[in-house]
């Protein structure tokens, strides 16, 4: 557990009233809101299913949450992202700042610790360390092995989650005792094999359904109550279908918790280049890029295009395009899907 618990005071018994209809749940229980506050989750992600499940986990009064998420806010998260507001778009907020200010306004209680990182080989160790859980927001399959690679070598348990289009599915994982992610998914979808929000969209509710029963699955972790969904749960909220698929259990011969053989957590580096889903965008990564001064970035492009920067990122529109800088390098560039044209235009404004 993150912190050891204390001696039960007046102050302690005030701040549980908080929770007074989650404590009168007879399958949760004082004690299993204590366990819930003296507990540490990472969350990877925090676009659609991370804010959802970002709000649910601080209402429910988790001691900490870890955030990592390498995005900015936009007027297109909105229809589905429910901590953001219109304000988070006009200032060019990162997802995880924007996130941590609304749920430190939620409930200052809880200790929430923003990362905008770009999650890869050389930093999940760091974010997830520590942690009694880790839960799934983003929605990327790459950094999802990723994830898994680091939840088994340090056995932490962690929540799969996924939604597109009208449905979702999601899987909890105990490393040691059910299928890892690869047990149940051995290989990565190849590139254009499955839809992404791009092609097939999403619908917001489904994006609470799948949150909830993550959350749900996490508190039961937490807590140490309730019967664990041991395998596959996929829900389509149009067609109005509920499944669950049961798991063959733990593969001897799977690479990750049966051989220990962690290829994407060895991997040298992160990709450098990686297309985002329905946004015409692709983001760029400078492994071991030391740290951009972005006020002197911002001087520099002044004459290039219609420049704007905070402490967070720096935004330049030029050529049509929208180019992000982040403090690690790091780039988003919007209006193209082509990563051979968004090196070209990071080299020739940024600098490669």
Avoid at 233 to 240: K, L, P, R
């Amino acid at each position: 557990m993150w912190k050891e618990n204390k001696t039960v005071n007046a102050t302690e018994h005030r701040n549980l009233e908080r929770y007074a209809r989650q404590i009168v749940f007879p399958e949760m229980g004082e004690a299993g809101q204590r366990a819930l506050q003296s507990a540490s989750v990472t969350l990877i992600g925090c676009g659609a299913l991370g804010s959802v499940i970002a709000n649910l986990i601080v209402r429910a009064g988790v001691g900490r949450l870890v955030i990592a998420d390498r995005d900015f806010v936009e007027l297109n998260n909105l229809q589905r992202q429910n901590l953001y507001d219109e304000t988070h778009v006009a200032r060019n907020l990162p997802k995880a700042i924007a996130a941590t200010e609304r749920l430190r306004i939620i409930n200052s209680e809880v200790e929430v610790v923003p990362h905008v990182v770009d999650i890869n080989p050389s930093n999940i160790e760091s974010l997830v360390i520590g942690a009694d859980l880790v839960l799934d927001g983003n929605d990327n399959f790459e950094v999802r092995y990723l994830i898994n690679d680091i939840c088994v070598k340090l056995s932490i348990p962690w929540v799969y989650a996924a939604v597109i289009g009208s449905s979702g599915m999601t899987a909890t994982i105990v490393p040691g005792e059910t299928a890892c992610l690869r047990c149940l998914f051995p290989h990565m979808p190849a590139p254009g094999t499955v839809p992404t929000c791009e092609t097939a969209g999403i619908l917001g509710p489904v994006v609470q359904v799948i949150a909830s029963i993550a959350v749900t699955e996490g508190i039961k972790l937490l807590t140490g109550k309730g019967r664990l969904n041991r395998g596959l749960i996929a829900v389509d909220v149009w067609d109005h279908t509920y499944e669950q698929f049961e798991s063959a259990g733990l593969r001897p011969q799977c690479p990750s918790c049966g051989l220990g053989q962690f290829e994407y957590l060895n991997a040298e580096s992160g990709s450098r280049t990686a297309s985002l889903c329905g946004r015409n965008a692709v983001q760029i990564s400078v492994p071991d890029a030391g740290p951009l001064d972005l006020a002197g970035t911002a001087r520099r492009l002044e004459a290039a295009g219609e420049v704007s920067v905070n402490e967070y990122l720096l935004l330049l529109k030029v050529e049509g395009f929208e180019i992000t800088l982040f403090p690690d390098a790091r780039a988003i560039i919007k209006g193209t899907g082509d990563e051979a044209l968004a090196r070209t235009l990071y080299a020739k404004y940024v600098g490669m």
